[in-house]
């Protein structure tokens, strides 16, 4: 372990939440279950995580605790995981995907016959609390598998027949398909073990890492919502930030290598960005440096395991390119 590396694991366990120090302890430092600290730890980072949502019945809602509970490490093994995963569950239909009219309500409703987040959303939330091998969560994942498209990428959505509107910050480079979709997808296929690795994840992320814009701005913007900082907001727009940080995180579960070009390229464009005492700072929430940080690591040493490495070119990306005028 080098010096800086030393010094940056030093200060996330100075953080006050006991969900990040068990966390570095566990994934970074590798320390066992049983020792006396990470035991300590996770008796208090479940007490001192609000569990409760109270009655509702939106599923976005329910998908994302299962989100955030998860991201402090508390999973189906909790009682209020568990009941919160069965209400979702009881909402999903025979065949596989949520009802749509749950989250598209007002002027849109009934507009759109289809759209893949429908189904992405919760089943992100299942994965990642521990049901991504449940029957009914395998039922989810066909559902999302049999939406993809022949490039790679998932559709908006489709309505009377045609494919949504894919607006410029949602376009995907090399695919029909809409990014803020495939992003969604992506982020519940590689928390199936299987499915992580496998091709079509694989040619997903392909066209993932195509996009190469750097939107510092919008690095850390999903800690910041699991950490409970900012509140999870929109439809479609839900992965409307190009958050590199969970782009890193996406293709470190899917296997990608680190001598990919695109991999390298953004592993060299965040290395620049870190501070001199080994930490990230969060553009907006300075408080979540730690926390920003703890989930670059992560990902940074999984993808040292890496084995795969995609063949799409880097396409420089702007979402609405300046146009000359005629005149």
């Known amino acids: 372990m080098t010096a800086g590396l030393a010094d940056g694991l030093a200060l ?3 953080d006050p939440s006991p969900a990040l120090r068990y966390r570095v302890l566990t994934e970074l430092m590798d320390v066992p279950p049983d020792d006396p600290e990470v035991t300590d730890l996770a008796r208090l980072r479940a007490a001192t995580l609000e569990l409760m949502v109270g009655a509702s019945a939106d599923p976005k809602a329910l998908a994302f605790a299962l989100c955030r509970w998860a991201y402090h490490g508390i999973g189906r093994d909790h009682p209020h995981v568990a009941a919160v ?26 507009v759109y016959s289809m759209a893949p987040l429908q189904v992405a959303l919760p089943l992100r939330g299942l994965a990642a609390a521990g049901y991504a091998t449940d029957p009914r969560a395998r039922r989810a994942y066909d559902w999302l598998l049999g939406h993809q498209l022949d490039d790679g990428g998932w559709p908006m ?4 027949g045609q494919p949504g509107f894919i607006a410029g910050y949602r376009k995907l480079p090399g695919s029909r398909g809409c990014r803020t979709t495939t992003q969604g997808a992506l ?16 040619r997903a992320l392909d066209l993932l890492l195509q996009r190469e814009s750097r939107d510092e701005w919008a690095l850390g913007a999903e800690v910041a919502r699991l950490t409970g900082r900012e509140p999870p907001s929109g439809f479609v727009t839900y992965y409307a930030r190009f958050d590199l940080a969970l782009v890193l995180d996406i293709a470190a579960r899917a296997g990608a290598a680190p001598d990919d070009a695109r991999i390298a390229g953004l592993v060299e464009f965040l290395e620049q960005r870190r501070g001199p005492f080994g930490l990230w700072e969060h553009p907006h929430h300075p408080d979540l440096s730690r926390w920003l940080t703890f989930d670059l690591l992560r990902s940074l040493r999984q993808l040292r395991s890496g084995d795969w490495s995609g063949v799409a070119p880097r396409v420089p990306f702007r979402a609405y390119p300046h146009r000359r005028h005629r005149y």
Do not use: I, K, N
Not at 157 to 160: F, P, R, S, V
């Open 12 to 14: 996330l366990l100075c």
């Open 157 to 160: 959505g489709e309505a009377h």
């Open 187 to 202: 982020a519940c296929l590689v928390l199936h073990d299987e499915l992580a690795h496998a091709p079509r994840t694989r």
């Open 85 to 110: 995963a069965e209400r979702l569950f009881a909402l999903q239909d025979g065949d596989g995907s949520w009802p749509l009219r749950l989250f598209r309500r007002g002027r849109s409703e009934g």
